[in-house]
């Protein structure tokens, strides 16, 4: 796991062709926008969140966010637990986000 402050994550991001980004808030956080191209899968969901995480692809490189940082950085370790190699945590998340912002329809 990597802490990576937003200029080297969306730096990495736009560099990286083997990419996912995923998004760990809540669905009435999402509901106030989010990265675009993000895979939402709530941290709170508990094993849940392991379950779905598991399903995903690991030879990925994922940047993960949440709203400031906190929750992201549990995910990013959980996901190494999981054999996850590359995750790269957003210091000071979506509150702090100055790129391009998302709606779910």
């Known amino acids: 796991m990597a802490d990576l402050s937003q200029i080297d994550w ?10 996912v980004v995923l ?18 899968i709530d941290i709170f969901k508990g094993q849940g969140f392991i379950d779905e ?17 906190g929750r992201s950085g549990q995910a990013c370790a959980v996901m190494n637990q999981l054999g996850f190699d590359n995750a790269y945590n957003l210091v000071g998340g979506f ?10 329809e």
């Open 23 to 40: 998004d760990v808030r809540t669905p009435e956080e999402v509901a106030l926008g989010m990265i675009p191209n993000a895979i939402h």
């Open 53 to 69: 995480v598991n399903q995903l692809d690991k030879t990925k490189n994922y940047y993960v966010y949440c709203k400031a940082g």
């Open 95 to 104: 509150s702090q986000w100055k790129g391009e912002v998302a709606f779910q």
């Open 10 to 19: 969306t730096k990495q991001l736009n560099e990286d062709n083997n990419s």
